[in-house]
C-alpha cells in the first residue's frame, strides 16, 4: 500500500519552520506524517520496520517523568508531544522540531498525549559507517541559533526545529515503510537521506564530532562507547581517561560538561537502566540482574534502583 500525501513546498515550509507556528505549514504537514505513520502501528513502544535502524513509536496514553536512556539516533514525532530532562535542561520535541541524540545519555522523558491524539513518531538510528562517509563528503555548515546571533553550540542532546529538508526526507522515508519491496530496493537510501538532512542541520557539528577523532567531544563520546559495551566490568575513572588519552582531572570536568554528570553517576545509571531492561524478562530475578549489570551486593543494587527509580527491583 503506497501513501501519496502532498508535500508543502521548500518555501512554505522554511516561512514556517517551528512548533511555534501551531496552525501553519509545519503542523500540517506533522499532521500528514502522522496518517503515514497511523497504519503501520501494530504495537505500543517501539517496533522494528523492515528497514534496519528505523523503528516506529507510539503510545496511547501520557507517562510521567521516567528516567531513560536513548540509543544516538534522530528522533521525529509526528503526534503527541515529549518532555526530556537532562541535568538544568529541558528539551521539548513534537510535532515542527526533532530530537538528535548524539551520544546515549541517561535522561528523564515525559510523554503528553491527547486520548483523541497518541503519540506517533519515528526513530532513525545513526550509523556509524554512514555517518563518516556523509562527513568525508558533505563540507562543514556555518549555522546560527535562531535569532542569526551567535553559532550553535553542538549538543549532546538537542531539539531542532524541522526544515524543508529534514520533512521532505522523513516523509520519503516514512512512505516507503508501507512497501516491502521499496523498504528492500530503497530503505538505506532514505535513511541516508535523513542523516544528511541532520548533518546539514544546526546540530550537525554534534554529529559530525562523533566520527572525528580530535576533540574533547569526540573523545568523551569513544570512552561511552566502550563505557557501554563493558558497563557491567569494574571500570574506574581512571581506566575510562587512559584509554582515550586524558588525565582523569581533565576527563571528569568534559564528560560532566558533555552529559551533565560524573563518570560514577553515569555508569551507575546506566547498569540501573540496563537491569531495569534484565528484570522485565521472566528469567531473571533480582539477585541475578545485579550481578549481570556489575553489582557485587544485592542489597546495595535493591537500594540504588528503588532510589532512581521509586520502587522495588521486585515491582519492576
Known amino acids: 500500500m503506497h501513501n501519496h500525501l502532498s ?30 505513520l497511523r497504519p503501520l502501528i501494530e504495537k505500543e513502544g517501539f517496533s522494528e520496520t523492515p528497514i534496519e535502524g528505523v523503528r516506529l ?6 507517562h510521567p517523568r521516567t528516567p531513560l536512556i536513548y540509543e544516538p539516533g ?32 541517561p535522561f528523564e522523558c515525559e510523554t503528553l498525549t491527547r486520548p483523541e491524539a497518541p503519540l506517533l513518531g519515528i ?16 563540507p562543514e555548515m556555518n549555522h546560527s541559533d535562531q535569532h542569526g546571533m551567535e553559532p550553535c553550540r553542538p549538543e549532546p542532546m538537542a531539539a531542532v526545529a524541522i526544515d524543508a529538508s529534514m520533512a521532505e526526507a522523513v516523509q520519503r522515508l516514512a512512505s516507503c515503510l508501507h512497501d516491502k519491496v521499496a523498504c528492500d530496493a530503497l530503505g538505506s537510501g532514505r535513511v541516508r537521506e535523513v542523516l544528511f538532512a541532520a548533518l546539514t542541520g544546526p546540530q550537525g557539528q554534534s554529529l ?23 558497563f557491567a566490568a569494574p571500570l574506574t575513572v581512571e581506566t575510562l581517561a587512559n584509554r582515550v588519552n586524558m588525565s582523569t582531572s581533565h576527563f571528569h570536568h568534559h564528560f560532566r560538561q558533555t552529559t551533565q554528570m560524573s563518570p560514577v553517576q553515569y555508569l551507575k ?18 539477585a541475578r540482574a ?15 534502583y528503588k532510589r532512581y527509580f521509586g520502587v522495588n527491583p521486585s515491582q519492576g
Not at 569526540?218 to 570512552?223: F, L, N
Open 7 to 36: 508535500m508543502p513546498s521548500s518555501l512554505e515550509l522554511v516561512a514556517d519552520n517551528s512548533v511555534s507556528g501551531a496552525d501553519g505549514t509545519t503542523i500540517r504537514w506533522a499532521a500528514g506524517l502522522a496518517a503515514t
Open 57 to 62: 513509536i507510539a503510545s496511547e496514553c501520557g
Open 74 to 105: 534522530l528522533f521525529v514525532i509526528a503526534q503527541g508531544d515529549k518532555i526530556g530532562y537532562l541535568g538544568e535542561r529541558v528539551i521539548h520535541y513534537g510535532p515542527g522540531n526533532y530530537l538528535v541524540q548524539a551520544i546515549p545519555l
Open 123 to 138: 526513530n532513525i538510528a545513526v550509523d556509524p559507517l554512514t555517518l563518516s562517509e556523509l562527513v568525508q563528503r558533505v
Open 208 to 230: 559530525r564530532q562523533l566520527v572525528q577523532s580530535h576533540g574533547h567531544y569526540a573523545r568523551i563520546a569513544e570512552s561511552l562507547s566502550y563505557l557501554h559495551r563493558h
Open 269 to 286: 545509571r546506566l547498569r540501573l537502566l540496563r537491569a531495569r531492561v534484565l528484570l522485565s524478562q521472566e528469567r531473571f530475578n533480582v
Open 290 to 304: 545485579a550481578i549481570e549489570v556489575g553489582y557485587r551486593s544485592t542489597s546495595q543494587f535493591s537500594r540504588e
